[in-house]
């Protein structure tokens, strides 16, 4: 069971710029993926950026060149930075941990945390 505590969100301009901090109770370089989705309003979780143990990272294109995911295996961390902020990037981001087996795939996911952009 793999526990996750996100951190970061708030309110923000557009144009600005939010770090949110995922931290997990295991040895993230155990963890096949890491990665952080997103939920706005009557729509459906989608993905906005993961990191695999080997370090390849995946973002959505809404986002790419705007994002950055980044890890610190030494705190367990998972980290995503914001940057270029649009009220569309507006939603809850929930951090999400995949172990991949040859035959299962596990899914853990933080409580989420609010992230606001708007004037």
């Known amino acids: 069971q793999v526990q996750l505590v996100e951190s970061g969100g708030g309110l923000v301009q557009p144009g600005g710029s939010l770090g949110l901090s995922c931290a997990a109770s295991?040895?993230?370089?155990?963890?096949?993926?890491m990665g952080w989705y997103r939920q706005a309003p009557g729509k459906q979780r989608d993905l906005v950026a993961s990191?695999?143990?080997?370090?390849?990272?995946n973002y959505a294109e809404s986002v790419k060149g705007r994002f950055t995911i980044s890890t610190d295996n030494a705190n367990n961390t998972v980290y995503l930075q914001m940057n270029s902020l649009k009220p569309e990037d507006t939603a809850v981001y929930y951090c999400?941990?995949?172990?991949?087996?040859?035959?299962?795939?596990?899914?853990?996911w933080g409580q989420g945390t609010q992230v606001t952009v708007s004037s």
């Open positions: 295991e040895i993230i370089s155990s963890i096949d993926v």
């Open positions: 999400n941990a995949r172990q991949v087996t040859w035959n299962s795939l596990r899914d853990y």
């Open positions: 990191i695999t143990n080997g370090g390849r990272t």
